[in-house]
T-cell receptor
Framework: GESVGLHLPTLSVQEGDNSIINCAYS??????FIWYKQESGKGPQFIID?????DKRQGQRVTVLLNKTVKHLSLQIAATQPGDSAVYFC??????????FGQGTRLTINP | DGGITQSPKYLFRKEGQNVTLSCEQN?????MYWYRQDPGQGLRLIYY???????QKGDIAEGYSVSREKKESFPLTVTSAQKNPTAFYLC???????????FGSGTRLTVV
């Protein structure tokens, strides 16, 4: 989830298990949310997005869940693979002309 | 292939010097953004531009300047007024402001 400080939250999972990465967003007026994946030394890559009129959206091996009541967003990755190791960011559009990014979560896959 | 290109990938600068980071996109996107990323941290917005010849300050604009003379280009200048410029700089663009961004591969700036 989101946090303030110098250390990224971390999540370690076994290869083949499912991963769940959480994100708490701040603005109840936010209407659009995105998950990005960032590998070391590279720019973030789009994974999946969801609009506020939806609760769930599925992609290839990924699912995003949105709970507007508690302002919570999650990214589920099925059958985690070594290539899923990265930092994952959630981002929200608070109605302004730019996205606001969360702190990020580092996902580590154990063999 | 359409995309967004940042150059150079690595940049070294002496203290007191200005340096300009390049960002070019051929996606025909109106909006462009500059972010700074420090080790183990998230993305902080420096400047953004919704349209040619217009740009706004982000959360950490002090010590930086930008221009948007062409739709395809949004260069960032790190001036000597920036106290701690060593960081990873990311440029992004989007077709509609606030919608999904496409990011470049970043420029790592080191002050020596």
């Amino acid at each position: 989830g989101e946090s303030v400080g110098l250390h990224l939250p971390t999540l370690s999972v076994q290869e083949g298990d499912n991963s769940i990465i959480n994100c708490a967003y701040s603005n109840s007026a936010s209407d659009y949310f995105i998950w990005y994946k960032q590998e070391s030394g590279k720019g973030p890559q789009f994974i999946i997005d969801i609009r506020s009129n939806m609760d769930k959206r599925q992609g290839q091996r990924v699912t995003v869940l949105l709970n507007k009541t508690v302002k919570h967003l999650s990214l589920q990755i099925a059958a985690t693979q070594p290539g899923d190791s990265a930092v994952y960011f959630c981002a929200e559009n608070q109605g302004a002309q730019k996205l606001v990014f969360g702190q990020g979560t580092r996902l580590t896959i154990n063999p | 292939d359409g995309g967004i290109t940042q150059s150079p990938k690595y940049l070294f600068r002496k203290e007191g010097q200005n340096v300009t980071l390049s960002c070019e996109q051929n996606l025909n996107h109106d909006a462009m953004y500059w972010y700074r990323q420090d080790p183990g941290q998230g993305l902080r917005l420096i400047y953004y531009s919704q349209i040619v010849n217009d740009f706004q300050k982000g959360d950490i604009a002090e010590g930086y300047s930008v221009s948007r003379e062409k739709k395809e280009s949004f260069p960032l200048t790190v001036t000597s007024a920036q106290k701690n410029p060593t960081a990873f700089y990311l440029c992004a663009s989007s077709s509609t402001p606030g919608n999904g961004y496409t990011f470049g591969s970043g420029t790592r700036l080191t002050v020596v």
